[in-house]
Structures are given as structure tokens and as C-alpha cells.
């Protein structure tokens, strides 16, 4: 089966899908039919393989080249998520399937998204949160369900901080600085810490899963910046939804607590529903090879 697949960023995350895509075709014949950089836009047809440095990238060229299958994966920018925001508007629009990783456009119009995507027949998918498939969860193994209380800890860098801080009896700096050499936190890690990154990743989940519509401006967010650990206690940074409202803040855990066994990058959604109670997912490793097979499973998903 050949699927003609127009790629929106050609970064880090992309480059980790084609390398995955390569060892897992899973008998698809992948072809990039157009790339979208900031330098420009390129048209042809490659396999999975392509050198993305060698393409001949033009201004002025329409970004989709008529694709089956968009895969997103530009900066997240908030509050508004364009360029990105306004593109995949216009593939869903044009019924063009799409996939992405950014979570710019889904904080900014998610509902306007899949409500397009509904009208014109066209597949929305997206993986925020890694590996972890907390709205693969809501959405197929909870439908139906009257959600009333989502509680999670979906941002693997401020985990791994508060971790390293507890086990370590190390400073912020210091567990910041792990962090980073490990490749685990951006070199400007001020989403992670603040909280805006587990904030947008709830107003996804919360919006997608209960068909909500509330904005990022209306979470009440608190980061992580302020904490010492004293002794014995065990910080998370929580995010959690009830009646109607998400806050993210750091919370002194209870080592009775499940989420006080989330360590290092693993993260967890909590989900509590009136007709099935509680149910949990942990996990969600991060990685070039996770993000690969993670969105590897999104396509499979969509072609079935
Ligand atoms: N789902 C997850 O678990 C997960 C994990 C990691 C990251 N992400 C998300 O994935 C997305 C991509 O991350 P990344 O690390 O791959 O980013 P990256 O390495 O910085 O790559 C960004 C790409 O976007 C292009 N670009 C940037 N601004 C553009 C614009 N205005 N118009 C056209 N192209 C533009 C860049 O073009 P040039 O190549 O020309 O510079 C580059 O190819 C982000 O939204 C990030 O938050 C998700």
C-alpha cells in the first residue's frame, strides 16, 4: 500500500519517525511528497529514507502537494499555534488525514479542528505526552463514560528534577543540569518548570476526552521553581481536572500515593469515572525511539 505523506517540520522529532519508519514499514510504502521548513518547501516523492539536508526547498510552493496523510511536527507555540494552527485547518478542510506532535495547534483549536475533520471525513490524531496513551485511554477504553476527575503527571523533566532532588538530596540547579546532560530537558527548560507544558498537555486531554473547550489562559498553573524537598517528602508536579476546571501545581505526595512511584521520566494518567472508578496508565517513556513507534501506532491506527 503506498501512502502519499506531506512532512511539517523536518526537526528532531520527524527525523526520529522516518529512522523508526525505516526498520517498521509494517509493508507500507511510505513516499514524502512534500517537506515544509522554515527555509521553504519542497516537492518530489522519496521514500522514508531521504536525506531531508538534500532537498531543494523553494518559497512560495504550496505546503500539502496532494497528500493523503499530514504529519505536524513544528514548534508549540502558545497561545495561538501557527503557523501551524492555520495548516492543518486548511488539510482537514482540503480532507487530507493528520498526525501531530505539536501542541500549539490543538491547545489553540482543537475543538475547531475535529469539528472540521468530522464535516470533511478527514482523521485527527495526535501524540502529546510521549508514549503515554492517556487519550487513547479516554477516549476508546472510557467512551462513553461520565469522566469526572483526570489526575496526572504528564511532564517527564520536571519529574526527573523533583526525582533526582528527592533521591540525590540535590539541588535544582544540580538536578537541572543532569537533566539537561542527559538530553532529558531543553536548554531553556522554562515551559517544563512553570508548568505551561503540563497545563497545555490537560487542556489537551481534558478537551479531547470530555469535549470541553477550555483555554490554557483559564488553568490555574503553578510551577515547580519554589520547591525544596525537606526530608523524607516526595514532590510531583500534578495536573488535575475537576468540575469543570484543570490546575497544575506541585503537590507534597503520600507515599500511599501511586503517583509517589512515578520516578524519573515516567509519567501517569489517573482517570476517574462514575461508571468505571479508577483507572491508571504508566509509563510513557521519551526517546527518539518511542516518539518513532508512538507515531508509527498513530498511522497504523488511522489506516485501520
Ligand atoms: N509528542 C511528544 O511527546 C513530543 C516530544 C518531543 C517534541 N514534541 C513536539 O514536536 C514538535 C517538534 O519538535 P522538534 O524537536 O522536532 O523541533 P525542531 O527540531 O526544532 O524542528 C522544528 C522544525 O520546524 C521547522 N519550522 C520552525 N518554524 C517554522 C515555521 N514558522 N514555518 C515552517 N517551518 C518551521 C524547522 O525548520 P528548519 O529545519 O528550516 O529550521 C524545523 O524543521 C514541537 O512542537 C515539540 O513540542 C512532541
Not at 512532512?7 to 519517525?17: E, I, K
Not at 482523521?123 to 462513553?144: E, H, M, N, Y
Request: net charge negative.
Amino acid at each position: 500500500m503506498k501512502l502519499r505523506v506531506s512532512l511539517l517540520g523536518a526537526g528532531n522529532v520527524t527525523r526520529a519517525f522516518l529512522n523508526y519508519w525505516q526498520q517498521h514499514p509494517f509493508g507500507i510504502d511510505l513516499r514524502i511528497v512534500s517537506v515544509l521548513r522554515q527555509r521553504g518547501v519542497w516537492h518530489g516523492d522519496e521514500p522514508a529514507s531521504v536525506d531531508l539536508d538534500r532537498l531543494d526547498y523553494r518559497k512560495g510552493l504550496e505546503p500539502f502537494n496532494n497528500s493523503q496523510l499530514i504529519i505536524e511536527a513544528l514548534p508549540s507555540v502558545y497561545p495561538h499555534g501557527e503557523p501551524a494552527t492555520s495548516l492543518l485547518k486548511a488539510a482537514l478542510e482540503q480532507g487530507m488525514d493528520v498526525l501531530t506532535v505539536d501542541k500549539g495547534p490543538l491547545v489553540a483549536a482543537y475543538r475547531e479542528l475535529s469539528s472540521i475533520a468530522e464535516k470533511s471525513g478527514a482523521q485527527l490524531k495526535f501524540c502529546v505526552g510521549g508514549a503515554l496513551p492517556a487519550a487513547d485511554i479516554a477516549l476508546r477504553d472510557l467512551r462513553g463514560t461520565n469522566i469526572r476527575r483526570i489526575r496526572a503527571i504528564l511532564n517527564g523533566t520536571t519529574n526527573f528534577i523533583l526525582s533526582e532532588m528527592q533521591t540525590r538530596k540535590c539541588s535544582m540547579d544540580d538536578a537541572l543540569k543532569i537533566a539537561i546532560e542527559r538530553g532529558i530537558a531543553e536548554p531553556d527548560p522554562s515551559q517544563d518548570l512553570d508548568g505551561i507544558d503540563t497545563a497545555a498537555k490537560m487542556v489537551i486531554l481534558v478537551n479531547a476526552a470530555l469535549n470541553q473547550d477550555i483555554r490554557l489562559d483559564q488553568v490555574v498553573v503553578r510551577g515547580i521553581r519554589e520547591i525544596r524537598p525537606k526530608d523524607n517528602e516526595i514532590w510531583r508536579l500534578v495536573g488535575t481536572y475537576e468540575e469543570g476546571r484543570i490546575r497544575v501545581e506541585p503537590e507534597s505526595i503520600s507515599p500511599a500515593d501511586i503517583f509517589s512511584t512515578i520516578h524519573g521520566t515516567d509519567k501517569i494518567a489517573e482517570f476517574d469515572s462514575v461508571e468505571m472508578g479508577r483507572l491508571s496508565v504508566i509509563g510513557g517513556a521519551s526517546g527518539r525511539i518511542p516518539m518513532g513507534a508512538t507515531m508509527t501506532k498513530e498511522i497504523l491506527n488511522l489506516l485501520l
